[in-house]
């Protein structure tokens, strides 16, 4: 009896061979392929700076430990309210150029002034702000949204 049960099972078809297991198998690769594409999609889609008001000057094309942004975050204020940062490249170079960014106190009244660097990339984060990296990078790299121009 032992023995039959045995032979029995040997000859039982592998669950991956069954018309059961081939549809698994299927379903599963559809599901792998689906979630991959949204996935894609959402990462990489481009986006409209929405929030003109605040611009985050990234010091390094990572994030940091904690998944925030590494550098500075700048807005103009006045007495009427906040001024718009249109050109969120220029007022990153005049950050970079201040030395705030590569101070090591945040709170040094008097940084050495800085070296701008040649080439900046401009992403958009998922508040619709602008956030401008030293360097050519890609924005996904960092979970941000490529720019969009309104041009």
């Known amino acids: 009896?032992?023995?039959?049960?045995?032979?029995?099972?040997?000859?039982?078809?592998?669950?991956?061979?069954?018309?059961?297991?081939?549809?698994?198998?299927?379903?599963?690769?559809?599901?792998?392929?689906?979630t991959t594409a949204v996935?894609?999609?959402m990462l990489l889609d481009s986006r409209h700076v929405d929030d003109t008001s605040v611009v985050?000057?990234?010091?390094r094309g990572s994030r940091n430990l904690d998944g925030s942004l590494p550098g500075a975050a700048m807005s103009v204020a006045s007495p009427n309210g906040v001024v718009p940062l249109d050109d969120a490249v220029a007022a990153c170079r005049m950050m970079?150029?201040?030395g705030a960014l590569e101070s090591s106190d945040p709170l040094d009244p008097n940084p050495t002034p800085g070296v701008a660097p040649s080439q900046f990339t401009v992403c958009v984060t998922d508040t619709g702000a602008a956030a401008v990296v030293p360097g050519r990078i890609e924005c996904s790299v960092l979970?941000?949204?490529?720019?969009e121009s309104g041009d």
């Open 1 to 34: 009896m032992l023995v039959a049960k045995m032979r029995a099972d040997l000859t039982r078809p592998r669950w991956w061979q069954t018309i059961t297991g081939r549809i698994a198998i299927g379903g599963g690769a559809l599901l792998l392929m689906g």
């Open 39 to 41: 996935a894609g999609v």
């Open 56 to 59: 985050h000057c990234l010091d």
């Open 96 to 98: 970079w150029e201040s």
């Open 143 to 147: 979970k941000l949204h490529p720019y």
